[in-house]
């Protein structure tokens, strides 16, 4: 982020760019009413904060618009400094001749997170609850979106608070001892400090592990479709998707690269991934194709194999799965085209599947969207019955906040570790405070200096 002052009033569109029926624009700093009331013949910045009212708005060359201005006074606003929204209609050529206006009379662009940044700054939001505007912004979902207004509201950052003033209050008692070395005064007993530790690091741990299925909720969860060329992948690829995204032809080996999309659920994000065909391909190209296949098995929350019942033995089929397993745990089968095979006896495939210790089979035609519609439902059942448990319960979504509460974990190790060999308070103490500085870092009470500029620059201009 450049450095500019915290004192400049800026600027900025709030809406998305492009023609609609309004914009946004954005003005916030000491300048911002008196800014607004030089572009007015009839003057807002007497009136209270909160109000709306409606103006023609002028510059150097005539009237810009007639808009619709809302006035927000220091602390009561966004940003903690007074600010002016200005509803505009949508035209580009206005947006752009309002915003030269505020510049010509002293304001700035805003910087990419600039507004949210000096909400921040100004104490209206902590650091974990900045970010979790982004997280709002960018939800695709109900269940993101949950999250991330759950965390907007503080209820993450209220649970490291918690965890921060129990550390604080023994680690101030460790400290306080080493006052009174020469007297060896103990004033944290050392086995609630031993307690207390424990049921932190326990805490922090949960925190910690939950960012695996915060991060799926957030981004969405990968499923991979693989299988044997012309096993159908890409027809059912197309049929969930109700779109014709991936070439279908009885050719093998058609598919070459991975094809990505988005399948909404109700409340959550399924990326699905067509990949190549699994065979032993002579191709260099092909060649590749399944080697991505592979990767993307390996990086995938799930792979569903796809087989040909009429065309792939049991042995074959075994075999894929049994080179399915060695690069994920969650492999899920689907027999396709059972419409072509009749009542073809489906136990040997049952058996073949349970002796690999896998979930039951789905049976489907990928032609028809009956089948395919129940094989949606499955699906979705299958993945919202994983995140069903979420609830109340904090789960942690920003890779950052994982990583700071590791290093409060691996921190309350050294203090068990410390005190199980005599360690003294000093360098216990030492410890314990490198635990709080992990923990106020996440929510931006300490040392955060340094990652500021990387956290707002990822916001849109405006926010």
């Avoid at 809302?70 to 002016?84: A, I, M, N, P």
């Avoid at 929204?85 to 910087?111: K, N, P, Q, T």
């Avoid at 065979?279 to 190209?285: C, K, L, S, W, Y």
């Avoid at 200096?449 to 405006?462: A, R, V």
Wanted: proline share 2%; aromatic share 6%.
């Amino acid at each position: 982020m450049k450095s500019q002052s915290p004192q400049d009033t800026i600027v900025a569109r709030a809406t998305a760019a492009g023609v609609g029926a309004i914009a946004v624009i954005r003005v916030s700093g000491a300048g911002a009413w008196s800014m607004t009331d030089a572009l007015l013949k009839k003057p807002v910045g007497d009136q209270p904060s909160h109000t709306a009212h409606l103006r023609t708005m002028y510059d150097a060359d005539g009237v810009m618009d007639e808009a619709l201005i809302t006035l927000f006074q220091g602390k009561r606003s966004y940003t903690g400094e007074d600010t002016v929204e200005i509803s505009v209609h949508g035209s580009e050529y206005i947006v752009s001749r309002v915003l030269r206006a505020y510049m010509d009379r002293g304001a700035r662009l805003a910087d990419p997170g600039e507004f949210t940044q000096r909400a921040f700054l100004n104490g209206k939001l902590d650091l974990a609850q900045a970010e979790a505007v982004a997280d709002l912004i960018a939800s695709e979902h109900r269940m993101a979106h949950d999250l991330a207004l759950k965390q907007l509201k503080g209820g993450f950052s209220k649970d490291i608070a918690t965890l921060r003033d129990r550390l604080l209050h023994f680690t101030s008692l460790v400290e306080l001892e080493l006052d009174f070395a020469e007297e060896d005064v103990e004033f944290a007993e050392r086995s609630e400090l031993k307690l207390l530790v424990e049921r932190i690091q326990l805490e922090v741990l949960t925190l910690r592990d939950s960012f695996a299925l915060g991060n799926v909720i957030k981004k969405g969860l990968a499923l991979v479709l693989a299988g044997r060329p012309n096993a159908g992948k890409s027809t059912l690829f197309n049929a969930l998707l109700n779109e014709d995204r991936a070439i279908v032809s009885d050719i093998a080996g058609t598919t070459r690269d991975a094809i990505e999309a988005q399948l909404n659920f109700e409340g959550f994000m399924l990326r699905l991934i067509d990949t190549a065909g699994i065979r032993e391909a002579t191709d260099v190209i092909e060649q590749e194709g399944i080697a991505r296949t592979f990767s993307h098995v390996e990086k995938a929350g799930a792979t569903m194999y796809l087989l040909d019942m009429g065309r792939c033995s049991l042995a074959d089929a075994e075999q894929d799965l049994m080179m399915l397993k060695q690069k994920t745990s969650r492999v899920w089968v689907v027999c396709n085209k059972v419409d072509l095979l009749g009542n073809v006896d489906r136990q040997p495939w049952l058996d073949m599947v349970a002796g690999l210790g896998l979930e039951e089979p789905w049976f489907v035609s990928a032609t028809d969207k009956v089948s395919v519609q129940a094989l949606r439902l499955a699906l979705e059942a299958r993945f919202l019955g994983g995140l069903s448990d979420v609830g109340d319960h904090t789960v942690v979504t920003n890779v950052r906040h994982a990583e700071s509460l590791d290093h409060c974990a691996t921190e309350m190790q050294q203090v068990l570790d410390g005190m199980a060999s005599g360690l003294s308070g000093d360098l216990l103490a030492f410890h314990l405070r490198e635990g709080i500085r992990a923990l106020s870092g996440i929510t931006g009470e300490i040392g955060v200096e340094e990652i500021l500029g990387s956290i707002f620059s990822k916001f849109c201009i405006g926010k």
